[in-house]
């Protein structure tokens, strides 16, 4: 059971728009605690995709952008191709479990 | 060019203690605000964070795991240490080690990962 909730699966035909959310309580996300998003590839390591809640590391497409409000942080992927076909993790920092960092059960994105 | 690589066995077993090693290149572990995780992956499941050292040597641990986890770096070296003692079945997964640095709670770049897997 991981400290942070994500869906466990989203499609989207290419083109299209989704998002994942990433629920968490008042003791990670809701504390103030920023919110970053990974891509991991099938066989790959994950990849920073956006840290800061809202920002995009260097080469990392615009269509990529992320939000926060409250309890919960959403990544919003725009123009969806097929190489955006993978899983995707947020992640945060918990200042319940002794300073812990915290990962979301991840979501795949399929794209149809 | 910042990268970090995980070294250690391939299959140990069952009650065994497992020693992995981050070699990193391209910034020092003794630069101000540059720490390094280690986080697993079991296959097909989700990243569980494992345990943190920062470049002033302070450490933290995963709560569930802090009685069998121990990191250590060596500057000098570059490499960061991960012991896990009491290896079960459930702790085979792909380990990666990832930086953070600038004060900041993400994972800016990641080691390729390595499988470590427990059976007698």
């Known amino acids: 059971q991981s400290v942070l909730t994500q869906p466990p699966s989203v499609s989207g035909a290419p083109g299209q728009r989704v998002t994942i959310s990433c629920t968490g309580s008042?003791?990670?996300?809701?504390?103030?605690?920023?919110v970053h998003w990974y891509q991991q590839l099938p066989g790959t390591a994950p990849k920073l995709l956006i840290y800061?809640?809202?920002n995009r590391p260097s080469g990392v497409p615009d269509r990529f952008s992320g939000s926060k409000s409250g309890t919960s942080a959403s990544l919003a992927i725009t123009g969806l191709q097929a190489e955006d076909e993978a899983d995707y993790y947020c992640?945060?920092?918990?200042?319940?479990?002794?300073?812990?960092?915290?990962f979301g059960g991840g979501t795949k994105l399929t794209v149809l | 060019q910042v990268t970090l690589k995980e070294s250690g066995p391939v299959l140990v077993k069952p009650t065994e203690t497992l020693t992995l090693t981050c070699t990193v290149s391209?910034?020092?572990?003794?630069?101000?605000?540059?720490?390094v995780s280690w986080i697993r992956q079991p296959p097909g499941k989700a990243l569980e964070w494992l345990a943190h050292?920062?470049?002033?040597?302070?450490?933290s641990y995963s709560t569930s795991l802090k009685s069998r986890l121990t990191i250590s770096k060596d500057t000098s070296k570059s490499q960061v240490v991960l012991t896990m003692t009491n290896m079960d079945p459930v702790d085979t997964a792909t380990y990666y080690c990832?930086?953070?640095?600038?004060?900041?709670?993400?994972?800016?770049?990641w080691g390729q990962g390595t499988l470590v897997t427990v059976s007698s």
């Open positions: 992640q945060s920092y918990d200042s319940s479990l002794s300073g812990s960092l915290v």
């Open positions: 050292i920062f470049s002033n040597d302070e450490k």
């Open positions: 800061g809640n809202s």
């Open positions: 990832a930086r953070i640095h600038g004060g900041g709670t993400d994972f800016d770049y």
């Open positions: 391209g910034f020092s572990l003794s630069n101000a605000r540059m720490g």
């Open positions: 008042s003791s990670n996300i809701g504390a103030g605690y920023d």
